[in-house]
């Protein structure tokens, strides 16, 4: 059995290539979970409570660019495994009409029950059991996403009050924007000026969340680096860290790995990158001249 959740598009959502942004679609999961939830009352999901549900871990492909054709978006979700103490959704992003189904993604979502008062995980409570199995589909896992590699560069990171959730973190969906931020330094430095690069959009996006930002004056830290490259693909590993007052080992408070397809704006399709542009990401694997 499937949840769907119908969702509403902006124009606010789309990047400079025409394309909804990538953030974008973490937000219509983000919408359509609590919607899900919102059919089991002692799931708290988005609520200021003693209680709540925290996510693990995000898991994203994104199959084909999605425009504003159409400003309505179906997403699908359902329940790929339960454990004692956490639980993993899965989605589908797509579209219907006369010419049938298109899916522009899916995801999947690790999430654990969390009790503030004593900073700890809980157990699945008998109730919360019944109400997702009806919903249960497992499936395997997916193969990882190298993470091989060392920091290359440093973008400064400044959490805003605005991002907060009730739970006074920064809400999930937007570390895909400060992992986005860092990555479009990272590319920027990268690039030298009058160099011809390809454009780029995401193909797969994993983030695991290991510890809540909160707001503060000083800035955190992403560190980003290159693992891997292919003739039309690049992976960049990020890392969230807390880089204390200097004297400890830095904390490390979020990672995603992300799989970037160098693309041609003309045909909508991947392109291969440009000798100039695989230059630039073999020097980060140090396998440059």
Do not use: C
């Not at 394309?19 to 002692?42: K, M």
């Not at 925290?54 to 790929?80: A, G, Y």
């Not at 997702?132 to 400064?156: F, K, M, N, Q």
């Not at 570390?175 to 479009?184: G, H, K, N, S, T």
């Amino acid at each position: 059995m499937r949840h769907t959740y119908t969702g509403q598009l902006r124009w606010a959502d789309m990047d400079l290539l025409g394309h909804v942004n990538n953030v974008t679609y973490v937000d219509l999961l983000q919408e359509a979970r609590i919607a899900f939830f919102g059919q089991h009352r002692s799931i708290a999901a988005g609520q200021e409570t003693p209680e709540g549900i925290l996510v693990v871990k995000h898991q994203v492909d994104f199959l084909i660019p999605l425009n504003l054709r159409s400003t309505v978006i179906l997403v699908d979700t359902w329940v790929e495994r339960i454990r004692a103490g956490a639980f993993t959704l899965a989605h589908e992003i797509y579209r219907e009409d006369d010419s049938g189904r298109t899916v522009f993604a899916r995801a999947s979502t690790e999430l654990a029950p969390f009790v503030f008062a004593t900073a700890s995980p809980r157990r699945l409570s008998p109730e919360e059991k019944e109400f997702l199995g009806p919903y249960l589909v497992e499936t395997p896992a997916r193969s990882p996403i190298s993470v091989e590699g060392s920091t290359r560069h440093v973008y400064p990171l400044h959490v805003r009050w605005s991002e907060l959730d009730p739970y006074r973190h920064a809400n999930n969906v937007h570390y895909y924007e400060y992992f986005q931020e860092a990555r479009v330094s990272y590319i920027r430095h990268l690039h030298t000026r009058g160099e011809v690069w390809s454009q780029n959009v995401i193909a797969r996006m994993d983030v695991e969340y290991l510890r809540p930002l909160h707001y503060r004056g000083a800035p955190y830290e992403v560190h980003s680096w290159v693992s891997g490259m292919g003739s039309k693909s690049y992976t960049v590993v990020h890392e969230i860290r807390d880089p204390g007052d200097g004297t400890g080992t830095p904390e490390v408070l979020a990672r995603s790995r992300v799989v970037m397809v160098t693309f041609d704006v003309e045909t909508q399709k991947a392109a291969p990158m440009t000798e100039q542009q695989r230059a630039a990401f073999a020097a980060e694997l140090d396998l440059g001249s």
